[in-house]
């Protein structure tokens, strides 16, 4: 049995497009609160940069903010019966959903759980994935609430390697020694030239690198600790 054909007119026409654009700015209103999650919960302050949460948020919108309204402008019809169109809507809906759900399980895996310190001048990134998984050769720590944080992401020493590894708070001494060798193996003028400006402005600081996934970032810290600039942001190598 063949399904059923609606005519198509110019009322029929305005009318999927008024349904897709309500369709639409209930997507936004979805997305916003996805990406407010993700701005401030999942990446804060620079770990939204360093991370490339960019490329997942551009499929996140692809699938929220067009594939539904798109739909919608396909399927809808004003002759339809009421339980075919809530029929429709709710396959597109579930659709639509799952497709985010996706997205944000993703963004979730990948979000800095913690950052790793070294005294020899960097912090890199473990993510929730990594936590998850456990794969690495570093034995991670189960509780990294109890540790303090940098811009929302608690931050650790690590203390010896393989399964004999542990974490601890970061002291000023590991600080200091990360300040002494980020300064000595910074290579690039403008960078130096960005620190010198910084202590200018601020007085001494110390400094040391943040490596995200795609991304790493110079922070300076004043005496207490507190982020008085970020510089040096580029591409990982």
Same mark, same amino acid.
């Given at each position: 049995?063949?399904?059923?054909?609606y005519p198509i007119n110019?009322?029929?026409?305005?009318?999927?497009?008024?349904?897709?654009?309500?369709?639409?700015?209930?997507?936004?209103?979805?997305?916003?609160?996805?990406?407010?999650?993700?701005?401030?919960?999942?990446?804060?302050?620079?770990?939204?940069?360093?991370?490339?949460?960019?490329?997942?948020?551009?499929?996140?919108?692809?699938?929220?903010?067009?594939?539904?309204?798109?739909?919608?402008?396909?399927?809808?019809?004003?002759?339809?019966?009421?339980?075919? /169109?809530? *029929?429709?809507?709710?396959?597109?809906?579930?659709?639509?959903? @799952? +497709? =985010? &759900?996706y997205g944000l399980h993703?963004?979730?895996?990948?979000?800095?759980?913690?950052?790793?310190?070294?005294?020899?001048?960097?912090?890199?990134?473990?993510?929730?994935?990594?936590?998850?998984?456990?794969?690495?050769?570093?034995?991670?720590?189960?509780?990294?609430?109890?540790?303090?944080?940098?811009?929302?992401?608690?931050?650790?020493?690590?203390?010896?390697?393989?399964?004999?590894?542990?974490?601890?708070?970061?002291?000023?001494?590991?600080?200091?020694?990360?300040? /002494?060798? *980020?300064?000595?193996?910074?290579?690039?003028?403008?960078?130096? @030239? +960005? =620190? &010198?400006?910084?202590?200018?402005?601020?007085?001494?600081?110390?400094?040391?690198?943040?490596?995200?996934?795609?991304?790493?970032?110079?922070?300076?810290?004043?005496?207490?600790?507190?982020?008085?600039?970020?510089?040096?942001?580029?591409?990982?190598?």
């Amino acid at each position: 049995m063949m399904k059923k054909s609606y005519p198509i007119n110019k009322s029929v026409i305005l009318a999927k497009f008024k349904a897709a654009l309500l369709h639409f700015a209930c997507s936004v209103a979805v997305f916003l609160l996805a990406l407010a999650w993700i701005r401030w919960g999942l990446y804060p302050d620079f770990h939204f940069e360093l991370n490339g949460v960019l490329y997942g948020l551009r499929l996140i919108a692809s699938v929220d903010l067009v594939l539904g309204p798109l739909l919608t402008l396909l399927i809808f019809h004003t002759l339809k019966p009421k339980r075919e /169109k809530i *029929t429709d809507f709710a396959v597109v809906g579930a659709v639509q959903l @799952a +497709a =985010l &759900a996706y997205g944000l399980h993703t963004m979730y895996l990948e979000h800095p759980r913690m950052l790793m310190f070294n005294s020899y001048g960097t912090a890199v990134t473990v993510t929730q994935r990594e936590f998850n998984e456990q794969s690495s050769s570093i034995s991670l720590p189960e509780n990294v609430a109890q540790f303090s944080q940098l811009v929302g992401v608690p931050i650790a020493t690590l203390v010896g390697g393989g399964e004999q590894s542990s974490f601890r708070e970061v002291s000023d001494s590991d600080i200091q020694a990360a300040d /002494k060798e *980020t300064r000595r193996t910074m290579s690039y003028d403008d960078d130096k @030239a +960005a =620190l &010198a400006n910084i202590e200018q402005q601020h007085g001494k600081v110390n400094v040391f690198a943040v490596l995200g996934k795609y991304q790493g970032v110079y922070v300076a810290l004043d005496a207490k600790r507190n982020i008085v600039a970020t510089f040096g942001q580029r591409d990982l190598q």
